[in-house]
């Protein structure tokens, strides 16, 4: 009866499921489980194994690529060039190196199953890729996009992404080919045409960042919705190039994402078009959901559970032991490892072409499928819980870091052996707490987990090195011996101020390592203030609530006798001695 009736208009049917997306999405925030599992299950119920509410398929399939090619504009947006070319080394041996060991282990996993050896090759290429999608919603509500690990895990991605196209360029070669025999030079013929047009595109994208990105976007930013209408208009654009030309509407996104990130208005736009990104992967993830035949699954359980396990653990540690190899500590391999732990949509759009091209049946599109469902809901909870996870299994990593772990630079080596001051965070409030102190004639080291933060502050002679306050192997390397004051402004746990809030585990820390100076903490919400309050933190900083105080002094007209009363209200203790 209700299909029957949401069948008679696309917007009953789409009104349907924004309000089931809002009621399960609901429930998950209750039992504190994460939106994406929420909205596959949104999905799952919505599909035809259930309710059988979404059938619009088309409508429900376009929306969700739009909102993919939006993901993508926004990564580009925010990808630091000079970046992605200092971590070229890591990205590249990391990607092809999981790519490699996954593809060869499950095809032997595979073999093991029962399964024949061209589906064990098919399952063993679908599980090699990760979800960019997954990983890039989930580090940015994480606000951990920007650290070290998850740059890594962008370029780890975005190797990833390349091989994917290959290999489905590699298959519609077949599929163009057929059956005949004498076929093998036009499949390289398509390939090699594939790549000669990803190269013009290429070039035509770095002309027009070179001649015409800033005058155009500065025109358009005039008008603030002609300046979205544009970056959305130019998304698509690329994007749908890049589907014709054979190397995915995801690349093409974040190639437009690229050709605006060197303009200033970058920040607007990402700020515009987050909210659009966000609405329109509900789609993308019921999409996902609905996809999912459980009749064909159930048979599937048994192997699903194992090739699961391997992908859960066995990604993770490869990275990890590549990332040890290379130089880097055992808590950034461990870090980006977990971002890893899961399969991507284009493993079942894989599977899906090996299905139409005769090559697999249906029973192993099932039993990837099952495996996407585990893997996608397990790395969320993985991924959400990382830094706990880390926690747990910190004592057993110890074999995966060389002795020798210089790729990250120690902070003790660039910190000098004195500081009045020790900030974390650099941000904008961070950023101006440490150049006013070191303005006054304070030594200020400066601490962010974000590579190019760094770099900008280094430029403007600010002594600062990298790191994360939730690292608590940092603060050993730290001059914390003579340092007055522990300042930080990082930002606030999405979960409030628990065990796993970035201030929480510096202050932990700061008692471990027997830290005698005093401790400022800034927060946005007075139940935070409280908690902090109760957690013996001399001084509690308030950005929002303390520059309204210092405006209705001026106001007043009241005499206030430091630029910056923020570092010392009247009425709490002074970072004076």
Excluded: C
């Excluded at 409030?429 to 006054?440: P, W």
């Amino acid at each position: 009866m209700l299909g029957e009736f949401l069948a008679q208009s696309v917007f009953y049917e789409m009104a349907a499921l924004l309000v089931l997306a809002a009621l399960v999405g609901f429930l998950g925030q209750t039992l504190r489980q994460p939106l994406v599992v929420s909205f596959i299950a949104v999905g799952i119920i919505a599909g035809p194994s259930a309710l059988g509410i979404a059938r619009s398929e088309a409508h429900i399939d376009l929306l969700a690529e739009l909102g993919i090619a939006v993901l993508l504009f926004l990564v580009g947006l925010k990808l630091d060039l000079d970046l992605v070319r200092r971590l070229g080394r890591v990205a590249l041996t990391t990607g092809l190196g999981q790519v490699g060991f996954t593809a060869a282990l499950g095809f032997v996993i595979g073999l093991a199953l029962g399964l024949g050896a061209l589906t064990s090759l098919y399952v063993a290429v679908a599980l090699t890729f990760s979800s960019t999608i997954i990983i890039v919603k989930l580090l940015s509500d994480k606000k951990e996009i920007d650290s070290l690990h998850g740059q890594i895990a962008l370029g780890l991605l975005i190797v990833q992404d390349v091989v994917v196209v290959l290999a489905m360029i590699l298959l519609s070669a077949m599929g163009v080919g057929g059956d005949g025999g004498g076929e093998g030079g036009g499949a390289g013929a398509d390939i090699a045409l594939v790549l000669l047009y990803g190269g013009a595109l290429l070039a035509v994208v770095m002309l027009f960042v070179r001649f015409a990105a800033n005058p155009l976007v500065e025109r358009l930013a005039e008008t603030p919705e002609l300046l979205v209408a544009f970056a959305l208009g130019w998304t698509t654009l690329l994007a749908a190039v890049g589907h014709y030309l054979g190397f995915g509407k995801e690349l093409g996104g974040l190639l437009a994402g690229v050709s605006l990130a060197s303009t200033p208005y970058r920040e607007a736009l990402a700020a515009r078009l987050a909210s659009l990104r966000d609405f329109l992967l509900l789609f993308f993830f019921i999409g996902l959901g609905a996809s999912l035949d459980l009749s064909v699954l159930g048979a599937q359980v048994g192997p699903a559970a194992v090739l699961s396990l391997f992908v859960l653990v066995g990604n993770p540690l490869i990275v990890l032991v590549i990332m040890g190899a290379l130089g880097y500590r055992k808590r950034t391999g461990f870090l980006t490892g977990l971002t890893v732990a899961q399969i991507s949509e284009f493993s079942l759009i894989f599977m899906a072409m090996g299905v139409s091209l005769g090559h697999v049946d249906t029973e192993a599109l099932g039993l990837v499928t099952l495996v996407g469902l585990i893997t996608i809901a397990a790395s969320t909870y993985m991924i959400s819980y990382s830094h706990r996870l880390y926690g747990v299994f910190e004592p057993f990593l110890g074999v995966f870091e060389r002795r020798d772990a210089d790729r990250e630079e120690r902070a003790g080596a660039a910190a000098g052996s004195r500081a009045d001051a020790v900030v974390f965070g650099l941000g904008r409030y961070g950023g101006a707490i440490a150049e006013r102190l070191s303005a006054r004639g304070w030594r200020v080291l400066g601490v962010d987990f974000d590579p190019g933060v760094v770099r900008q502050w280094r430029e403007r002679g600010l002594d600062v090195v990298f790191g994360d306050a939730s690292d608590p192997e940092l603060l050993g390397h730290l001059p914390l011996g003579r340092a007055r004051w522990i300042v930080a402004a990082v930002p606030e746990h999405q979960g409030g101020f628990t065990h796993e809030d970035p201030r929480h585990v510096l202050l932990r820390g700061l008692a471990e390592q027997g830290f005698a100076g005093r401790t400022a903490l800034a927060v946005h919400h007075e139940a935070a203030a409280r908690a902090l309050d109760d957690a013996g933190v001399d001084l509690v900083l308030s950005p929002f609530r303390d520059a309204a105080d210092q405006a209705v002094d001026l106001i007043f007209g009241k005499d206030v006798p430091s630029p910056t009363p923020v570092l010392e209200p009247a009425d709490q203790r002074s970072f004076a001695d």
